[in-house]
């Protein structure tokens, strides 16, 4: 999305992480890509660490 | 603007990273690949099976607005319940199904393009990506596969045989923890007598659990649990009637559930008479 900053227009982009397990369903919507980042680092590195 | 979904399937986990940033998708992508792949190989170590692979392509209809419709597919030979994708989404127009099989340094190049960027490190990352694609084994792997937006896969088969399986063969078992400190004061009682029971299962009831009432129903349930007895309505009835027990008054007149508490006199027969 183009947002407006000190009248220039910039691109924004939006980020959606979703993650399901059996009927649990949780999903984070941001802007801020450092920390959904840092949400994929985090369930990634648990994922593989669950053999 | 194109957006791009980058999905993750292992076990019953699955993950979606959905974004309109190209490049953190194809960062991001790599880093679950690459630990796909390192996971994969830590875990079929001494497995030594193989299985086919299988790669599909499905459309994805979204509202976009390039004419343009890419897919493709990224086969592991991971582990077996391990999927990846990473897709880009351009909309619209319905095509047939094409079968594309594929590996991510395909996909990154076949994105560029589109962009019509021209990065020299995407090619670094191509030349990443193939290593670390060639050196997959093949085990118990599924394929990669697309995945329509609108509807969701169940559970995998492994699942339900596990679920059927436990339905047959249940092996839960309710707890049976007994209360030490009542049994205690039971037996200090030395007494097997039910009225007395129900006297000194009140008293534990009002001093040790702090309950400022009681129903028939919890002072059975302590009693069964630790001594596999039950009072019924015409003992209770019998303590009333002596005044060791009375009936507290429902004030709200809603509740289904008679409640009782133990009276001072009840609580001096609990003292001096058993």
């Given at each position: 999305?183009?947002?407006?900053?000190?009248?220039?227009?910039?691109?924004?982009?939006?980020?959606?992480?979703?993650?399901?397990?059996?009927?649990?369903?949780?999903?984070?919507?941001?802007?801020?890509?450092?920390?959904?980042?840092?949400?994929?680092?985090?369930?990634?590195?648990?994922?593989?660490?669950?053999? | 603007?194109?957006?791009?979904?980058?999905?993750?399937?292992?076990?019953?986990?699955?993950?979606?990273?959905?974004?309109?940033?190209?490049?953190?998708?194809?960062?991001?992508?790599?880093?679950?690949?690459?630990?796909?792949?390192?996971?994969?190989?830590?875990?079929?170590?001494?497995?030594?099976?193989?299985?086919?692979?299988?790669?599909?392509?499905?459309?994805?209809?979204?509202?976009?607005?390039?004419?343009?419709?890419?897919?493709?597919?990224?086969?592991?030979?991971?582990?077996?319940?391990?999927?990846?994708?990473?897709?880009?989404?351009?909309?619209?127009?319905?095509?047939?199904p094409p079968e594309v099989l594929d590996?991510?340094?395909?996909?990154?190049?076949?994105?560029?393009?589109?962009?019509?960027?021209?990065?020299?490190?995407?090619?670094?990352?191509?030349?990443?990506?193939?290593?670390?694609?060639?050196?997959?084994?093949?085990?118990?792997?599924?394929?990669?596969?697309?995945?329509?937006?609108?509807?969701?896969?169940?559970?995998?088969?492994?699942?339900e045989a596990v679920l059927e399986q436990?339905?047959?063969?249940?092996?839960?078992?309710?707890?049976?923890?007994?209360?030490?400190?009542?049994?205690?004061?039971?037996?200090?009682?030395?007494?097997?007598?039910?009225?007395?029971?129900?006297?000194?299962?009140?008293?534990?009831?009002?001093?040790?659990?702090?309950?400022?009432?009681?129903?028939?129903?919890?002072?059975?349930?302590?009693?069964?649990?630790?001594?596999?007895?039950?009072?019924?309505?015409?003992?209770?009835?019998?303590?009333?009637?002596?005044?060791?027990?009375?009936?507290?008054?429902?004030?709200?007149?809603?509740?289904?559930?008679?409640?009782?508490?133990?009276?001072?006199?009840?609580?001096?027969?609990f003292a001096n008479k058993i």
């Amino acid at each position: 999305m183009l947002t407006l900053d000190k009248g220039r227009k910039i691109m924004q982009h939006e980020y959606v992480f979703k993650m399901k397990k059996g009927d649990i369903e949780i999903e984070l919507k941001s802007d801020d890509i450092e920390f959904v980042e840092q949400q994929l680092n985090k369930w990634r590195e648990d994922i593989m660490q669950k053999g | 603007m194109s957006r791009y979904a980058f999905t993750f399937k292992k076990d019953d986990i699955f993950v979606e990273f959905i974004t309109t940033d190209k490049e953190i998708v194809e960062k991001q992508f790599q880093v679950w690949v690459a630990d796909a792949d390192d996971y994969a190989r830590g875990h079929n170590q001494g497995k030594g099976k193989r299985e086919n692979e299988k790669e599909e392509a499905k459309p994805q209809n979204l509202q976009p607005s390039n004419p343009q419709e890419v897919s493709s597919q990224l086969t592991t030979h991971s582990s077996p319940k391990i999927e990846a994708t990473a897709e880009e989404f351009i909309p619209v127009k319905e095509q047939s199904p094409p079968e594309v099989l594929d590996k991510a340094s395909t996909l990154l190049k076949t994105i560029n393009t589109i962009q019509g960027t021209d990065k020299a490190n995407s090619e670094e990352q191509i030349a990443n990506s193939n290593v670390s694609l060639q050196g997959m084994s093949e085990s118990n792997d599924e394929a990669i596969q697309k995945e329509d937006f609108s509807t969701q896969e169940a559970p995998t088969s492994n699942f339900e045989a596990v679920l059927e399986q436990s339905i047959e063969n249940p092996t839960f078992e309710p707890a049976k923890t007994q209360d030490k400190v009542f049994l205690n004061l039971v037996h200090s009682k030395n007494t097997t007598d039910k009225f007395h029971y129900l006297i000194i299962t009140a008293y534990y009831l009002s001093e040790f659990e702090k309950l400022q009432r009681f129903s028939l129903k919890q002072i059975n349930a302590k009693l069964m649990q630790n001594l596999s007895e039950a009072i019924d309505h015409s003992t209770l009835q019998s303590a009333i009637n002596q005044n060791f027990v009375e009936l507290v008054p429902d004030l709200t007149g809603v509740s289904d559930v008679a409640e009782y508490k133990l009276t001072l006199v009840g609580e001096e027969f609990f003292a001096n008479k058993i």
